[in-house]
């Protein structure tokens, strides 16, 4: 079953949107939903050279020229593929959300996924960056 999660007005070119879900297993995970002019696709929200730093912190995540950038080391993923060829994160790919654009909407159509809310798990909770790079 498809949920909602915005309208594609909403989300803008080299723009993201952060979201909460409910995993399989019952776990909180967050995912950055991000938009280029290519595609519209959602990855879970954390670098794969580092799984505790986030890629959007709470303020959007870093996107410059269709890639999405870690904060921490500057690694770059395509927005599209969630492929890194370069840095720390060499070689590694972003896991993937299965998301849809419908009638000018973006729904979640992840079946081992569920929609529970805009925005992080708990802000108190989540690491943070030793860095305060941004784009």
């Keep these: 079953m498809a949920e909602h999660l915005c309208s594609l007005s909403e989300l803008a ?3 993201s949107w952060l979201f909460t879900v409910r995993e399989a297993d019952g776990s909180e995970e967050e995912v950055v939903l991000v938009r280029t002019d290519d595609c519209v696709r959602a990855w879970l929200n ?3 050279h580092e799984t505790d730093q986030r890629l ?3 303020f959007g995540a870093a996107m410059r020229d ?3 950038v870690c904060p921490k080391h500057g690694s770059m993923y395509d927005a599209c ?3 890194c060829d370069n840095g720390k994160a ?3 790919t972003l896991v993937s959300v299965d998301v849809e654009t419908r009638d000018g ?3 979640l159509t992840d079946d081992d996924r569920t929609f529970l809310h805009e ?3 708990e802000e108190d909770d989540l690491p943070g960056s030793s860095s305060h790079l941004t784009f």
């Design 13 to 15: 070119e080299d723009d």
């Design 46 to 48: 954390y670098c794969q």
């Design 56 to 58: 959007d912190r709470g």
């Design 66 to 68: 269709g890639e999405i």
């Design 81 to 83: 593929s969630g492929y």
């Design 90 to 92: 060499a070689e590694s």
């Design 105 to 107: 909407d973006v729904v």
């Design 119 to 121: 925005g992080a798990i």
